[in-house]
């Protein structure tokens, strides 16, 4: 099913809007991912295409119908809460089976339908089990069964992983994408890590303040941040900022002058400060980069493969990754470096990426008014 939000708007007080005249094209059968932090309307989006809210103004549609005023059970939508809000006294057959019983689908047939939900997500075995028989991953699995087994044609996944520990939520993430797949359904996932939704969706919606800052493919997001605020939230560990000014094509860089292309350049004003981003593996250890950059090792966190190694660049501090058998002391001096095409610049009045590349790639639907 394709959803269109149209030039949405929702405020729970006078003062400001929770969604911001948003608008957000969502195709069938994509798995798309509304990313940001705590306040920033993307559960509140989630529930209004789930219409638990209705938006104040604008348009929300389903195959192009408009569905403001139609009511949840009838939007053909499934949920899956953070809590897995299952039925203590029922079994996880019973669990599953619940919603077609209230669509009073006969009982065979509402059987079968539940035992092969139940082994899609691989519960076949725990059928006559109480929930409090079960772990966090299995509870998690009844709810998922339990919203996919009413066949629905949009799955709205509302923080589903928060409560789980680091090795089920990676089962899970595979689980759920893997279903998605399967089924082609068209699924929303609301979360605030940055690493589900890299590692789920197929488009994600960078949300703050209510509003969508860029919506695109995963490598887009991380490849071509269209401003400061995404180039922050994307990526682990997160991108290196430091100081800079950009005046004409040059860039001034600590001790550096650096000379940029102006075709690299969506800029033509006058002298500005600017934060330089660089992601930790674009920096080398040595001095063979166009952009070189003295510090002291500051902390050095192994992480198996290899190392992440924390260095303090005067009040900054910048990662960059080494190989495992390079050893690195706390107090060494090191001189990193990168190349000048592996370097983001974003105005530091507004945020804006000043590089070309990400302007014209970038992807976002939003209306402002």
């Given at each position: 099913m394709k959803i269109e939000l149209k030039n949405i708007c929702k405020s729970f007080n006078k003062k400001s809007n929770t969604i911001d005249h948003?608008?957000?094209t969502i195709e069938d059968g994509e798995f798309v991912a509304l990313l940001g932090p705590s306040g920033c309307g993307k559960s509140t989006t989630m529930l209004m295409i789930a219409g638990i809210y209705k938006p104040d103004s604008g348009e929300i549609y389903f195959d192009g119908q408009l569905v403001n005023d139609l009511e949840p059970k009838d939007r053909n939508i499934g949920m899956v809460f953070q809590s897995y809000a299952l039925y203590p006294h029922m079994t996880v057959l019973e669990n599953i089976a619940f919603p077609l019983k209230q669509q009073k689908v006969p009982k065979e047939e509402r059987i079968e339908r539940a035992k092969q939900a139940a082994e899609m997500v691989q519960l076949g075995h725990l059928l006559d089990r109480k929930p409090s028989e079960l772990s966090g991953g299995q509870q998690q699995r009844v709810a998922l069964a339990r919203a996919i087994v009413k066949k629905p044609k949009v799955l709205l996944l509302d923080e589903p992983m928060s409560n789980l520990d680091a090795r089920l939520k990676i089962e899970m993430r595979e689980e759920i994408s893997r279903i998605q797949k399967e089924l082609g359904i068209t699924t929303i996932l609301v979360t605030h890590d940055q690493e589900e939704a890299m590692t789920m969706a197929d488009r994600i919606a960078v949300m703050r303040d209510g509003k969508i800052i860029q919506y695109s493919t995963p490598m887009e997001l991380y490849n071509h941040p269209k401003d400061y605020f995404v180039a922050q939230f994307i990526g682990t560990p997160p991108m290196n900022f430091l100081k800079g000014k950009l005046s004409n094509n040059q860039l001034r860089l600590r001790n550096m002058t650096i000379e940029l292309d102006r075709k690299w350049l969506d800029f033509d004003g006058e002298e500005t400060d600017v934060h330089v981003g660089i992601r930790p593996h674009d920096l080398k250890l040595g001095n063979n980069g166009d952009i070189r950059i003295r510090g002291i090792v500051h902390m050095v966190e192994p992480i198996g493969h290899s190392q992440i190694v924390n260095v303090k660049v005067?009040?900054?501090?910048?990662?960059?990754?080494?190989?495992?058998?390079?050893?690195?002391?706390?107090?060494?001096?090191?001189?990193?470096?990168?190349?000048?095409?592996?370097?983001?610049?974003?105005?530091?009045?507004?945020?804006r990426s000043l590089k070309k590349d990400s302007v014209n790639q970038g992807q976002i639907e939003e209306l402002v008014s």
């Open positions: 948003m608008s957000l005067g009040n900054e501090q910048v990662r960059f990754f080494v190989e495992p058998n390079i050893k690195m002391e706390y107090g060494r001096e090191v001189e990193i470096s990168a190349d000048i095409s592996a370097i983001h610049l974003f105005d530091k009045a507004t945020g």
